[in-house]
């Protein structure tokens, strides 16, 4: 990345301010950056020289110094810029911060000498020194030429300051160069190569994101269906308990109802048999004698007298009917609430001085025991009031003749 100088740039240029200006006693400031990111700051300022300078070099760090030193051959201020990259550096970290020693020149301009510089005999005052003499170009003092002209006479013949070129300085220079800018181009390849992978990862990352929103979807897709059909088959089966429980009252209204009704007709069945039976012995109370005793004793007299009466086609000559019909008709029993009066009496037989004796019993006499003794009609099953009761016999018993043509 990109060095950052906007972040501190406030206090970088009242640095660098102060050790250009030649009014002000600071003579160095240095610079590094804040953590391990690349926003530079101000590491501090002095005015103690080279010497103090050199003590707050930290070799664990990357920093950059701007110093004011004094040309030995002129006398006049020249500036020297420090790339310190110390030994505790990991090679990465060196490696993004070559890319911005140029950033760092072009910010901290009118350097004389720049010192590239990873231990502390790279830094030492007096190689600082000899190195700023070095590149001055001429080996003049103007202030110690001065005094020699006003000392001495003629100037004396001025030696040539060529020096021979140091292969081993220069091989060292150039392999620096070169080491300098294999570890550029490492660190663009680098750059590139964590961008690269970076953008697979971004990549990769997107493509799980959308496949595990896909499954979400899917999923909750699914569990949505599963309880829109759990909600369906409840409601259904709610439904259903509902119409099989009003179906279910329906059938018992419907049974009740039955019941109900069975219980009336029953009960009107037995009020019925009650009222006939009650009608019944009323009848067979109010008469005084049974015709069928009758008809049966005058049979038997008729027996014992041995008559015998010849019979003609169509009517029945018999003594005792024509006794019975000379005497008076046979009575037929009528409802009281018709007749009020009682029927007349039936002359009874002189063979038999004792009234017949019925060999039917008489019911009446029992049902009204049976209906009269709570005072209440009793409401009994009907099987019972059918077993109990009987039709009276009809008392119309009694054939009677045809008439004679």
Same mark, same amino acid.
């Given at each position: 990345?990109?060095?950052?100088?906007?972040?501190?740039?406030?206090?970088?240029?009242?640095?660098?301010?102060?050790?250009?200006?030649?009014?002000?006693?600071?003579?160095?400031?240095?610079?590094?950056?804040?953590?391990?990111?690349?926003?530079?700051?101000?590491?501090?300022?002095?005015?103690?020289?080279?010497?103090?300078?050199?003590?707050?070099?930290?070799?664990?760090?990357?920093?950059?110094?701007?110093?004011?030193?004094?040309?030995?051959?002129?006398?006049?201020?020249?500036?020297?810029?420090?790339?310190?990259?110390?030994?505790?550096?990991?090679?990465?970290?060196?490696?993004?911060?070559?890319?911005?020693?140029?950033?760092?020149?072009?910010?901290?301009?009118?350097?004389?000498?720049?010192?590239?510089?990873?231990?502390?005999?790279?830094?030492?005052?007096?190689?600082?020194?000899?190195?700023?003499?070095?590149?001055?170009?001429?080996?003049?003092?103007?202030?110690?030429?001065?005094?020699?002209?006003?000392?001495?006479?003629?100037?004396?013949?001025?030696?040539?300051?060529?020096?021979?070129?140091?292969?081993?300085?220069?091989?060292?220079?150039?392999?620096?160069?070169?080491?300098?800018?294999?570890?550029?181009?490492?660190?663009?390849?680098?750059?590139?190569?964590?961008?690269?992978? !970076?953008?697979?990862?971004?990549?990769?990352?997107?493509?799980?994101?959308?496949?595990?929103?896909?499954?979400?979807?899917?999923?909750?897709?699914?569990?949505?269906?599963?309880?829109?059909?759990?909600?369906?088959?409840?409601?259904?089966?709610?439904?259903?308990?509902?119409?099989?429980?009003?179906?279910?009252?329906?059938?018992?209204?419907?049974?009740?109802?039955?019941?109900?009704?069975?219980?009336?007709?029953?009960?009107?069945?037995?009020?019925?048999?009650?009222?006939?039976?009650?009608? !019944?012995?009323?009848?067979?109370?109010?008469?005084?004698?049974?015709?069928?005793?009758?008809?049966?004793?005058?049979?038997?007299?008729?027996?014992?007298?041995?008559?015998?009466?010849?019979?003609?086609?169509?009517?029945?000559?018999?003594?005792?009917?024509?006794?019975?019909?000379? !005497?008076?008709?046979?009575?037929?029993?009528?409802?009281?609430?018709?007749?009020?009066?009682?029927?007349?009496?039936?002359?009874?037989?002189?063979?038999?001085?004792?009234?017949?004796?019925?060999?039917?019993?008489?019911?009446?006499?029992?049902?009204?025991?049976?209906?009269?003794?709570?005072?209440?009609?009793?409401?009994?099953?009907?099987?019972?009031?059918?077993?109990?009761?009987?039709?009276?016999?009809?008392?119309?018993?009694?054939?009677?003749?045809?008439?004679?043509?």
């Amino acid at each position: 990345m990109a060095l950052n100088l906007s972040r501190n740039g406030p206090a970088l240029q009242e640095a660098y301010g102060q050790v250009v200006a030649s009014a002000s006693p600071t003579d160095w400031a240095l610079f590094t950056y804040e953590g391990n990111s690349n926003d530079l700051r101000v590491a501090g300022t002095g005015d103690g020289g080279l010497e103090e300078m050199v003590e707050e070099l930290n070799s664990g760090k990357v920093m950059y110094a701007f110093c004011r030193v004094k040309d030995p051959n002129s006398g006049l201020p020249k500036y020297v810029l420090i790339n310190w990259f110390g030994e505790g550096v990991n090679d990465v970290r060196k490696g993004a911060c070559a890319n911005h020693v140029s950033s760092v020149a072009n910010f901290l301009k009118g350097a004389h000498v720049t010192i590239n510089a990873r231990a502390d005999e790279d830094v030492e005052p007096d190689a600082i020194t000899e190195k700023v003499a070095k590149a001055s170009g001429a080996n003049y003092n103007f202030h110690k030429e001065g005094s020699k002209f006003q000392e001495a006479g003629p100037q004396t013949p001025v030696g040539s300051v060529y020096q021979k070129t140091n292969a081993m300085s220069e091989i060292k220079r150039v392999s620096k160069d070169s080491f300098w800018a294999k570890a550029e181009k490492d660190e663009e390849n680098r750059r590139l190569e964590e961008k690269r992978k !970076a953008e697979e990862e971004r990549q990769r990352l997107e493509k799980e994101r959308r496949e595990r929103e896909l499954q979400e979807a899917t999923l909750r897709e699914r569990r949505y269906k599963e309880r829109a059909s759990e909600i369906d088959a409840q409601k259904k089966f709610q439904q259903q308990q509902e119409t099989e429980s009003v179906n279910k009252e329906k059938q018992q209204w419907k049974e009740q109802e039955e019941d109900l009704s069975k219980m009336q007709k029953a009960f009107r069945r037995r009020s019925e048999s009650v009222e006939k039976a009650q009608e !019944a012995a009323s009848i067979i109370g109010q008469r005084s004698v049974n015709p069928r005793d009758i008809f049966k004793q005058k049979e038997r007299s008729m027996s014992t007298d041995g008559a015998v009466v010849s019979s003609q086609p169509g009517k029945l000559r018999s003594p005792f009917l024509q006794q019975n019909s000379q !005497a008076e008709a046979p009575v037929s029993p009528v409802h009281p609430a018709v007749q009020d009066v009682h029927p007349p009496p039936v002359v009874r037989s002189s063979v038999h001085d004792t009234p017949p004796v019925s060999p039917v019993p008489e019911l009446g006499d029992s049902v009204r025991q049976n209906n009269y003794r709570s005072g209440a009609p009793t409401y009994e099953p009907e099987e019972k009031h059918e077993a109990v009761y009987e039709e009276p016999p009809s008392e119309r018993v009694i054939y009677d003749e045809p008439p004679e043509l």
